[in-house]
């Protein structure tokens, strides 16, 4: 009975053993941090921003000429093709020159006849045939006659209806058959110069003086010394390849909406851009040296409407931090104060987190700060 009592016991040893070293390992996990939580963190770093402006405005043409005739008739042809490119020049129309021609020729009769009076005039005038009187009214008439000459030449050229501009003409409001006007109020076309092409946008007067003392304080450094670079995005959404330049800016501020204009100049080779457009650009504003950017999943904001974050501290336990936010630079807030580089905000676990709570921090898997989306 002692012998199999025995076996019995050395049996369960090994076990008890194997119990009592696992128990004892767990002991020591509870002891060393019995209440951490688990959360990710995003490590905050300092890096230049380039910083940008998301403004929408349309596309207008680069230069826009309306054509109207310079000389009465009735028109007998069309020379364009509705829709297509014409050079500066190009005859687009051909008004009945009949009338014109006629009168060409009479100016250029009366002016041989005035001219060979008045040289008549010179030859008689040394002989004392003639008064200095008839000599000079002889000589007015035919300086007269060269003008009216010239009067008519144009006429017979302004027949021809060119193109002011090179660019892309619209459709044609006349036909042939029609009687145009000199100095009527339609156009008979219009032709757009659309390479390149304007975009106007507005800003905020508020958001241009806020700029402008950013620059001045050494906040934000100018992005290069020639004109801003702007970026566009069309309507649906794709992005524009080329880059264009901020060429101008409205010397006045609308009294209704408190914007001021700004106008950019793009290269528009394909003519992709037409007039009319509805357009965002991204007008850069200049370099922030030092850029502290904070992902927005973050940030909370309380009751009072303050911007917080919730900070591991050295100890690994968690503070509530107040952070001054400037603006949204794709999807994280630029901060200017409340955080530091180097230090940790939680960005999983923040529904179990509370006021100096001690947690077990790692990367976190849920964050990409992503600057390239658009600054707001």
């Not at 009187?133 to 030449?153: L, S």
């Not at 991204?282 to 040296?289: C, F, I, L, S």
Request: hydrophobic share 40%.
């Amino acid at each position: 009975m002692n012998k199999t009592f025995s076996r019995a016991a050395l049996g369960i040893l090994p076990l008890s053993a194997a119990l009592l070293l696992a128990g004892c390992n767990y002991a020591e996990d509870q002891d060393a941090n019995p209440t951490a939580l688990k959360v990710g963190y995003y490590e905050i770093r300092e890096a230049p921003l380039t910083l940008s402006t998301d403004l929408p405005g349309r596309t207008s043409a680069f230069r826009v000429a309306e054509v109207r005739p310079q000389v009465a008739g009735i028109l007998e042809r069309r020379l364009f093709t509705e829709g297509s490119e014409v050079k500066q020049g190009q005859q687009l129309y051909q008004i009945d020159p009949r009338t014109y021609v006629a009168q060409q020729a009479r100016a250029e009769a009366n002016l041989r006849s005035a001219r060979n009076l008045a040289e008549r005039y010179e030859r008689l005038l040394k002989a004392r045939a003639v008064s200095q009187q008839q000599h000079d009214d002889a000589v007015a008439a035919w300086q007269q006659a060269e003008a009216d000459k010239r009067v008519a030449d144009i006429n017979v050229q302004y027949t021809k209806v060119l193109s002011p501009i090179t660019g892309r003409i619209g459709r044609s409001a006349v036909t042939e058959g029609a009687l145009v006007t000199d100095g009527q109020n339609n156009a008979m076309a219009t032709v757009n110069q659309l390479d390149p092409i304007y975009v106007d946008v507005t800003q905020p007067i508020t958001r241009i003086l806020a700029l402008k003392r950013a620059l001045k304080s050494g906040d934000l450094k100018a992005s290069g010394t020639d004109q801003a670079e702007v970026s566009l995005t069309l309507d649906d959404g794709s992005a524009y390849p080329l880059s264009g330049t901020l060429k101008f800016s409205e010397v006045s501020v609308d009294q209704g909406t408190g914007s001021v204009t700004l106008r950019a100049v793009f290269p528009n080779p394909e003519r992709a851009l037409l007039p009319g457009m509805f357009v965002h650009a991204q007008v850069k504003e200049g370099v922030r040296e030092n850029a502290i950017l904070v992902p927005q999943q973050a940030i909370v904001r309380d009751s009072r409407g303050v911007a917080t974050a919730w900070v591991i501290t050295a100890d690994n336990r968690v503070e509530q931090r107040d952070l001054e936010t400037v603006r949204t630079v794709g999807n994280a807030w630029l901060v200017d104060s409340g955080v530091r580089a180097g230090e940790r905000v939680i960005t999983e676990g923040l529904q179990f987190v509370q006021a100096d709570s001690v947690v077990q921090g790692q990367p976190a898997s849920n964050v990409h700060v992503n600057t390239a989306l658009t600054a707001n």
